[in-house]
């Protein structure tokens, strides 16, 4: 898709591509300007989003989106159309495998590396899809409805810190709206807040048809309507200049963010030969590695021997993988690696065998018989020593456009997994999937179980790696696996009804809403195995005014080397004044050790990322108090604990119509407080004093009321001037 320059004007037009785990590389009608959806030209297919951020690998996304430039430029591409870091709401979203994860921390350190990566190497990036684009269904035009302290925590967070720390190139706006009004006219959004509170100068874009009215959407400070309207909109948008309707000024200040755009995308044209194709797939290969996510492992079933004994392959995803998702980010390889046959490669005396075991409309075998292959693939697997059996999705099952309506595996093949279990208990499952999906209850019964996800085109190649032990699996979880779909704390608001999304659930997503629930889970947030054994010590938190280093020893203490990701979460303090999730996480960190080696791991994070967004103060604050800091192999395995105590950000907040409680609970107008209390004579002050059930009891209640009731406690006057005293902030 390209700009039109205007040659006179000196302005050059830009080529963009849709990413982002590799260029789509489409053609283009001269006739209207709209797009052929069809894929053209071949590029690297790298581990989409959902797989890599299972890798917890800042600097792997780094390298992964610098090579996607380095083929971005040699195709005459400025602008790549990505990354997307919408938030995991719901395990049921159809695009979940463009996403990184359910928590705004992590999709902010993997999506802004990518977006480092892909600008350090000149070709620019477009943050995706700002903002609360958590669902396909009626995606064009639902309403996300969402409170301001989700709104803020959890779908603005990770767009805030990138937009902040990265400077993204561009902006997408997103088709839904948001407390209805639709993304693309949304000037607090698009304005207010990305523009005069996070101070961003780039451009904003449009996804592709989500411009409803353009002059309204230039007034609320959209510059780039995609795709072309074979200039209706341009003509709206003069006449509503020549009328007073849209202000010239609006009209300078977004050409002048165009012109800007134009020139810093502008790239001359190129056939990708120059792209070094070859050493990319290696790239590929290495990042499918990291992504590989070992959930069980069981008596030691893996690594598998490859110099002996008898192996089933079974499934026909073994054959036919999928390795990206559908819809706008589907890349046409340069290669794609079979599992099948890499492992076929990597064996050295061990005897593969295969059986499809199930059709995919896509496999070489679409119209034969389920029965026929179900009963070919338990006899292999009864003759075998171990079986590998491949399941997942197929691309029809999950895509961009449309969400699931459930979590589970096809029944075709969980019938062959029960089947083949009555004969070989031995199971290696290994998944291939965008999405979720449940693995309960069988998965108590398979000794070994691989996440694949979606790898790219060299994904085949880390999976034999990983069955094999020549690479060790070191890839967690990005998102929670739940037991069972109705546990997702999303369930009773997804996907809404009559055009409006309810987010009920307000900051109580993902892990933070299985915790708060105290709800049992298939793998928590986090979760991932290795083929060694990591032991954690000396734990120490280092504080100061700007925030916190977290230091913490980590031992291989295992027979292999291997690499483990440390994570570091805070748990607010007990009596906060506000509801907050039993743990977040505040950053993260990867080691390589080999065995019996130790080293420090060292995660910083900010004061202000304590902070909770008040609805009432209109701002972040953050909470005074004993925070716990934790050092964690995944949200339910806390190594270990050490407590920080954190001064309150503001003294603002406290009027008259404030409880005795908050009063009470505040460092400065509490003990001014009670200052007053103690100087009167009042009986009731004695009361308040002496009487713990009296004291409970007026806890809610604002403190004029106890004034009024009182007869006079304390003068209103004498009230005013506490809150006078408190009012102004601090830190």
Not at 406 to 435: C, E, F, K, Y
Request: hydrophobic residues 40%; proline residues 6%; aromatic residues 6%.
């Amino acid at each position: 898709m390209t700009t039109k320059g205007l040659e006179a004007a000196g302005i050059p037009s830009v080529t963009m591509s849709d990413g982002p785990h590799g260029l789509r590389l489409q053609s283009e009608d001269p006739q209207n300007g709209q797009l052929d959806l069809r894929p053209a030209a071949p590029a690297t297919c790298y581990p989409p989003a959902v797989a890599l951020g299972s890798s917890w690998d800042v600097e792997l996304a780094h390298r992964v989106a610098g090579a996607i430039a380095v083929e971005a430029a040699a195709h005459g591409i400025g602008v790549l159309l990505g990354p997307g870091i919408n938030i995991k709401r719901s395990p049921l979203c159809g695009r979940n495998f463009e996403y990184f994860s359910e928590d705004p921390v992590h999709s902010a350190a993997l999506g802004g590396a990518m977006v480092r990566g892909l600008q350090d190497a000149g070709v620019g990036a477009t943050l995706k899809h700002y903002a609360a684009n958590n669902q396909e269904t009626e995606r064009m035009r639902v309403s996300a409805d969402i409170d301001e302290r989700p709104l803020r925590e959890i779908y603005l967070r990770a767009f805030e810190h990138i937009v902040r720390d990265a400077d993204p190139w561009a902006v997408m706006c997103a088709y839904n709206g948001v407390n209805g009004v639709t993304l693309s006219e949304n000037t607090r959004l698009l304005t207010d807040i990305l523009r005069a509170e996070w101070g961003y100068e780039g451009l904003v874009m449009s996804d592709w048809g989500a411009v409803r009215d353009r002059v309204a959407a230039l007034r609320a400070g959209l510059d780039l309507e995609m795709p072309p309207t074979g200039g209706r909109t341009d003509r709206e948008v003069v006449a509503a200049v020549d009328s007073g309707e849209l202000d010239e000024a609006v009209l300078d200040r977004s050409v002048a963010r165009l012109i800007r755009f134009a020139h810093r995308g502008a790239r001359p044209a190129g056939d990708g030969s120059t792209a070094p194709y070859d050493d990319h797939h290696r790239l590929a290969g290495e990042a499918a590695d990291n992504c590989v996510v070992l959930l069980r492992n069981d008596g030691g079933l893996l690594p598998l021997d490859p110099t002996a004994g008898r192996i089933a392959v079974l499934g026909e995803l073994a054959r036919t993988p999928r390795f990206q998702g559908g819809g706008s980010s589907q890349v046409t390889p340069t290669r794609v690696d079979v599992p099948l046959d890499r492992l076929r490669a990597l064996a050295d005396g061990a005897r593969v065998e295969f059986a499809a075991g199930y059709p995919l409309p896509d496999g070489p075998e679409p119209d034969a018989d389920p029965a026929v292959l179900a009963e070919e693939a338990v006899r292999v697997a009864a003759a075998s020593d171990t079986v590998v059996l491949f399941l997942g999705l197929a691309r029809q099952d999950e895509s961009e456009g449309f969400d699931r309506g459930h979590i589970d595996l096809p029944a075709d093949q969980l019938a062959l997994l029960d089947r083949v279990l009555t004969v070989n208990p031995q199971v290696v499952v290994v998944l291939s999937n965008g999405g979720v999906v449940r693995t309960a209850p069988w998965h108590d019964r398979v000794p070994a179980l691989v996440e694949g996800f979606l790898l790219g085109q060299a994904g085949g190649g880390a999976l034999a790696r990983v069955l094999f032990g020549v690479v060790n699996p070191s890839g967690k979880l990005a998102e929670t696996v739940p037991l069972r779909l109705e546990d997702a704390p999303s369930f009773l608001s997804f996907p809404g009804s009559e055009g409006h999304v309810r987010y009920a659930e307000g900051i109580f997503v993902g892990y933070r809403g299985y915790d708060a629930a105290r709800r049992e889970v298939a793998f928590p947030f986090g979760h991932g195995l290795s083929y060694t054994t990591f032991d954690y010590g000396d734990l120490r938190v280092e504080s100061t005014d700007e925030g916190f280093t977290v230091r913490v020893t980590v031992t291989n203490i295992g027979d292999r080397a291997g690499r483990e990701v440390v994570q570091v979460y805070s748990a607010a303090p007990a009596e906060s004044r506000v509801e907050r999730p039993v743990r977040e996480l505040r950053g993260f960190a990867s080691v390589r050790l080999e065995a019996g080696e130790s080293r420090e791991v060292v995660v910083s994070f900010a004061r202000t990322d304590l902070a909770y967004y008040s609805v009432r103060e209109d701002g972040w604050r953050v909470e005074g108090g004993t925070y716990r800091i934790e050092a964690a192999a995944s949200s339910r395995d806390v190594r270990l604990t050490v407590e920080v105590d954190v001064e309150d950000s503001s003294r603002t907040g406290l009027d008259l119509r404030s409880t005795l409680g908050e009063w009470l609970a505040h460092p400065v107008g509490g003990p001014l407080l009670l200052e007053c209390l103690a100087a009167t004579e009042h009986a009731i002050a004695s009361r308040l004093a002496d009487d713990p059930m009296l004291l409970r009891a007026a806890q809610g209640v604002p403190l004029e009321v106890i004034a009024d009731f009182a007869g006079g406690i304390i003068p209103h006057d004498q009230l005013a001037e506490l809150a006078d005293r408190v009012a102004a902030p601090v830190g």
